[in-house]
């Protein structure tokens, strides 16, 4: 019995601990998303259109989101302007 116990609680640590690492990564991406449009400022050729639209694509999209945060400032543009072109698999 003390076994099956030992199994359940070790079972059930590792689940809680990936939940938990989950929701750490989601609670930074929801900062991250509410800052999108303030980080697109140091695009100075950035329009408000395109801000918008730009912010809206990173918002829906995690994975474009976690590029864009992991460029160097000076290479975010770039990466921007790909995105409002469409170009596939930015």
Do not use: W
Request: net charge negative; proline share 3%.
């Amino acid at each position: 019995m003390v076994n099956v116990m030992d199994k359940f609680v070790t079972s059930f640590d590792r689940r809680l601990g990936s939940l938990c690492r989950f929701l750490g990564y989601e609670a930074n991406l929801g900062k991250a998303r509410q800052d999108i449009f303030t980080m697109l400022e140091c695009i100075p050729e950035l329009t408000l259109d395109e801000n918008i639209d730009v912010s809206k694509i990173l918002a829906k999209n995690p994975h474009y989101l976690e590029m864009f945060l992991g460029f160097p400032v000076e290479a975010r543009a770039c990466y921007v302007y790909r995105l409002l072109l469409g170009h596939e698999g930015v």
